[in-house]
């Protein structure tokens, strides 16, 4: 079932400028949960999920830039026709013309940006293993899709256990090729801007389990590295589009997953040139979120600013 909110709960869809942390509240609900928010190249969108939808959000917040309040901002559907229910992983194309969305039957879909009949891009898997795809990102030229693909072990024994790894998917036939294929956890994959690296966290680096870390990896699966030694668990690395700074989720240590409704800082690397500058690693934004606040990218095309989703609650559990 899609999320829903805690009693007391408020949903918030918030610009934050990447160097100061000031947030601006452009959308919240007490009704709605909505996630994950995109931002078109053109700069006039944001693109969220909830209940299984697809929504646009006006940038400037719509109704509070003509007399409303802040956070006044109305929720527009996007058609998905021949969509099931979808997740918090979603992606614009590069030249803004549609969006590719993850399904709840574990299949990535296309669908234009204004809406209209939804196209499903990925295959069966034939060996039966129960594969599920979410999308992370999307190459420079719009024609391959970074995604984390997760699938049941070939033995049962736990019968729930899963197996994640980043794999590259072609947007024109779905075939897939992997890039890490191990049994260590891997999530949150995206490109960078040149195309050059996909960054992702990971817990190959560490033995204690659940200690996602900031990774990247060459397309071709070379130069696998650890980017940044932390004490937190790092989730969700986003490139700013100019390469100059990086924007991740931080949990508290000894969180497992990326957990919904929790206390997590928003933090921010600078990159030189996209050369990772890990002793800049600083803390931006402290948020209750977690799950959805992040999982995408949401820089605007400026570099300067990003789109996060916050759940703050008037009572805490």
Known sequence: MPRTLLPGQVCQILIVDAVTGEAEVVFESGEVLVEAPNWSPDGRWLVVNGDGLLWRLRVDGGAAHNGGEAGDGVLEPVEMAGVPEINNDHYIAPDGSSIVVSAKDGHLYEVPFDGGSGRRITREHPDGRGYKNY?????????????????????????????????????????????????????????????????????????????????????????????????????????????????????????????????????????????????TARDLLPLFGGQGTINVAGWAPDSRRFAAAAYPLATRP
């Open 135 to 279: 999308l992370h990102g999307i190459s420079p030229d719009g024609s391959t899709l970074a995604v984390i693909v997760g699938a049941r072990p070939t033995t049962t024994s736990p019968p729930t256990d899963w197996r994640t790894n980043v794999a590259l998917v072609a947007v024109a036939d779905g075939a897939t090729t992997f890039v890490t294929d191990d049994a260590h956890p891997d999530d949150g994959a995206e490109f960078s801007p040149d195309g050059a690296w996909v960054w992702f966290n990971t817990e190959r680096f560490t033995t204690k389990a659940g200690h996602a870390q900031l990774a990247r990896i060459r397309p071709d699966g070379s130069n696998v590295s650890r980017i940044l030694v932390s004490d937190t668990v790092d989730w969700f690395p986003h490139p700013s589009p100019d390469q100059s700074r990086l924007v991740y989720v931080a949990y508290g240590a000894g969180t497992l997953g990326h957990p919904e409704n929790r206390d997590v800082v928003l933090r921010v690397m600078e990159l030189d040139r996209g050369e990772p500058l890990p002793e």
